[in-house]
């Protein structure tokens, strides 16, 4: 279900709006130093009638309990804004993608739109003092055969940029779609 009214999506959002709406599904996780992991995913992409995407995901626990978590048990949350500006010259469009982790980091993304694909590299990470340290990432989404897909690549920790999280999300609602 898309928060707040009916709104017409602005028109610079035309190279993302195959993103709109609800997306679920399950993905998978590790990182260097860690056990991988399988988690629940729900994305939400929706218009506000300004020139950004709002954007939620919201994961939880669906592995083998460990650490204290049960399945079902939330893991991460992340959200934002999506904006899109021209190309240069005949160039794609570019995106950029400001969120906000309640663990203590925010990241900047920015990078090309080319059809359904949306490939982006941190443009700036900031932490508070208590937050682990991560020093870029980088995320490609896109569909496949009608599903959202993506991958995340990252470098924390002094480690070297390497996958992190990966998944494949149904749409499960398309009401928000132009």
């Given at each position: 279900?898309?928060?707040?009214?009916?709104?017409?999506?602005?028109?610079?959002?035309?190279?993302?709006?195959?993103?709109?709406?609800?997306?679920?599904?399950?993905?998978?996780g590790?990182?260097?130093?860690?056990?991988?992991?399988?988690?629940?995913?729900?994305?939400?992409?929706?218009?506000?009638?300004?020139p950004?995407l709002?954007?939620?995901?919201?994961?939880?626990w669906?592995?083998?309990?460990?650490?204290?978590?049960?399945?079902?048990?939330?893991?991460a949350?992340?959200?934002?804004?999506?904006?899109?500006?021209?190309?240069?010259?005949?160039?794609?469009?570019?995106?950029?993608?400001?969120?906000?982790?309640?663990?203590g980091?925010?990241e900047?993304?920015?990078?090309?739109?080319?059809?359904?694909?949306?490939?982006?590299?941190?443009?700036v990470?900031?932490?508070?003092?208590?937050?682990?340290r991560v020093?870029?990432?980088?995320?490609?989404?896109?569909?496949?055969?009608?599903?959202?897909?993506?991958?995340?690549?990252?470098?924390?920790?002094?480690k070297?940029?390497?996958?992190?999280?990966?998944?494949?999300?149904q749409?499960?609602?398309?009401?928000?779609?132009?």
């Amino acid at each position: 279900m898309r928060p707040g009214p009916v709104v017409d999506l602005h028109p610079s959002l035309l190279p993302i709006a195959f993103l709109l709406g609800t997306w679920r599904g399950e993905g998978v996780g590790g990182y260097e130093g860690m056990d991988a992991f399988r988690y629940g995913q729900e994305v939400v992409f929706f218009g506000t009638g300004r020139p950004a995407l709002s954007y939620t995901s919201h994961t939880w626990w669906i592995s083998e309990p460990r650490d204290g978590r049960s399945e079902g048990s939330p893991l991460a949350t992340e959200t934002g804004f999506w904006r899109v500006q021209p190309g240069e010259g005949d160039g794609p469009p570019t995106v950029e993608v400001m969120l906000a982790h309640p663990f203590g980091i925010s990241e900047i993304y920015v990078g090309d739109v080319v059809g359904t694909r949306v490939e982006l590299r941190s443009n700036v990470v900031i932490r508070t003092a208590t937050a682990r340290r991560v020093d870029r990432s980088q995320r490609l989404y896109g569909l496949v055969e009608g599903d959202l897909a993506y991958a995340i690549d990252m470098a924390a920790e002094g480690k070297p940029l390497q996958s992190h999280l990966s998944a494949r999300l149904q749409r499960v609602s398309a009401a928000d779609r132009p």
